[in-house]
Structures are given as C-alpha cells and as structure tokens.
C-alpha cells in the first residue's frame, strides 16, 4: 500500500499514489461481489513479451498458446481471487472497497483507508496470499485427476502433446505457491510483506519515520537481486530477464517515492501512515485533555505542527493493496515452456 493526494475523476479520484497513475489508463469491466473490476489497457503487454520469448525459444505454436494462457486468462483470474481476499477482509474490518484493478504487474485492490489502522492493515494484507492456499490444494487435485493420480512440480518426461493439462497445473502450481511466497514473504515495499511489516512496526510504537526507513532499508537488497537477476538473464539468454527488470524497476520507484516522501515530510500522504499519526497523537494528548488543566496539551503542538507540514488530510486516501502476480506468471509460464521436451514443436 501506497498512497498520494487523491487525482481528479470518478475513478481515479480514489486511488492513491500507487494507483491513480495505473488506473488512468484502464477500462470498467464488471463487478464481482459489488466491488467495479478494471482492466489496464497494457495488461496484454505481458502476455505478448512471454509469448515471444517462448516463441524465440523455439516452442512452437502448442508452446506459445501455453505460455499465454497461463500468463493470461489464468493469472487473471488467480490474481482477482486475490484481490477479492484483500477485499472480503476489508469489509469485515469495516472499511469500503473502492475497486480491484487488473495491471501489467498483477493486481490492486483500492480501499476505502478511513478505518484502516495498524490492527486491520495486517488482517487485510495477510487475507490476501491466503487465498492463495485453497488454489494451491485445488491444482494439485487437478493435476492428480489428470497425471494418473501424480502430484508434482517437474516437468521430466513431459510434452505438451501427451501433458499439456498437466502442464498448465504443473505451471499454476508454481504460480500460486510463488505468489504465495513473494508477496507475503518478501518485505519489497509495497508488496503485502512490508504493509504487515510497517503495521507491526507501528503497532508496537515506532515512529512513522522510522518505520519507514526500516521499510526502505529492507526493500533495497531485494531490489538489488531481482535487478541482478535479471541483468543476469541478458546476458545467459534467459526468456524472462525482461519480466525480471519490470518488477524490479516498478518495485524499486514505489520504494524510492516512500523514501523521498520520508525526507520531503510527506509520509502522511500514506494512509496508514496518516492513521498511526492520528493515533499516536490522539493517544498522546488523551491524558492532558482528561483533566490537567496545566496547559500540557500544547506540548503536543509539535507533533500536531509535524502533522499540517507532512499535509496529514482530513481523511486519508483510498490505499492500494499491491499482487505482484502476472509478471512472475508470466516468468514461470516462459520457464516451463522451456523445460518441456515438445516433439515436433522445436
């Protein structure tokens, strides 16, 4: 989650940093559980770079045709099973989902941040890999009923003639258990990690600045890796080093924006960061305002001053629950597809 000052617009007046300038340039398509679903008209870009990578690596028509319908139609699908989770969970902490939008990326889901404090932040970003576990069970009972009863995630011995089901599971399994991992264990801001991370941190009192600056420490090694990987990738001929670069470089300018929003005194433009401000300083001033009458609540005066120079809102925007799912789909389709021996096909 990351946010900014609300844009203009019916729709992107409700997204934040994260999200207005992403969903400009995305279509209504339909409601699921009341909450508007949007499609980003680059969505397609990700389908066509993994599509042509497999088709440079020599995997022939039946190969292309996987590798889009899992970095497509399926991906999309798991990530909006995602979102929903992110979503469900925010109704039931009693804050008002905006509208889950589909990117080149993964997915976002647009929150209503008004009720969103540290408690809830961490229910809703865990809700959201935790769909995750039911998909993992249902493709390994998939690719059991259509791999003569064997659950795995090798593809040895397989071809997209006599396995390709099995291969679109052997490749969803992967999805799901990778999506899992990387956005509920990797602290990469703004990846659902480091929203349960800066949720605790400010839970247990720490200072927005420094949880921030802890965020952004965390985030750099891993951008560090997945930029090397994928540098790495260009130079060893690997399919997917592109998809490696566009996570890496979307990641790394989410957390070089928290990092300036640090130093430029703009963190309240965060929602949860705005609501943990709220709190402590509601928190602070309670026992001056209770009944001592010695003038202590003007103690307080420069934190509540910290407040106005950081543009803390009235209310705070929408926040985005970030999936990164399509792009690291897309790079598990490519590598499969890779992996396979296809006869007639090379």
Not at 137 to 142: K, N, Q, R, T, Y
């Amino acid at each position: 989650m990351a946010s900014a000052a609300p844009a203009s617009g019916p729709n992107s007046g409700s997204a934040d940093e994260v999200g207005s300038g992403i969903e400009r340039y995305s279509i209504p398509c339909g409601s699921v559980a009341g909450v508007p679903i949007r499609l980003h008209l680059l969505l397609p870009l990700v389908m066509l770079l993994s599509a042509a990578a497999a088709a440079f690596a020599g995997q022939g028509i039946t190969g292309v045709f996987f590798v889009v319908l899992v970095s497509g139609p399926l991906v999309l699908l798991t990530v909006l099973v995602h979102e929903l989770g992110h979503v469900l969970a925010a109704r039931r902490c009693g804050c008002t989902p905006d509208s889950i939008l589909l990117w080149p990326l993964g997915g976002l889901a647009l929150i209503d941040a008004s009720a969103i404090g540290p408690r809830q932040q961490i229910v809703i970003s865990g809700a959201g890999p935790a769909t995750h576990l039911p998909m993992i069970a249902i493709w390994m009972a998939l690719m059991a009923a259509t791999n003569d009863g064997q659950v795995t995630t090798s593809t040895a011995g397989m071809s997209f003639e006599h396995h390709f089901i099995a291969l679109v599971c052997v490749a969803m399994l992967l999805n799901n258990i990778g999506m899992f991992l990387f956005n509920l264990l990797i602290p990469c801001f703004p990846l659902d990690c480091s929203q349960i991370i800066l949720a605790s941190m400010l839970l247990c009192g720490s200072e927005v600045g420094t949880a921030a600056m802890v965020m952004v420490g965390l985030s750099a090694p891993i951008l560090v890796i997945l930029a090397g990987i994928g540098i790495y990738g260009y130079f060893t001929g690997t399919p997917s080093a592109t998809l490696h670069i566009m996570l890496a470089v979307w990641l790394g300018a989410q957390s070089w924006k928290l990092h300036q929003a640090r130093l430029e005194g703009r963190l309240a433009s965060y929602p949860l960061f705005a609501n943990a401000m709220r709190m402590q300083a509601d928190c602070r001033s309670g026992p001056a305002s209770a009944g001592d009458s010695g003038g202590r609540a003007g103690s307080f005066k420069p934190f509540q001053g910290e407040g106005v120079t950081l543009g803390r809102p009235a209310a705070p925007p929408p926040s985005s629950q970030v999936c990164m799912g399509a792009a690291l789909a897309a790079i598990v389709a490519v590598t499969v597809a890779c992996q396979v021996s296809a006869p007639g096909t090379q």
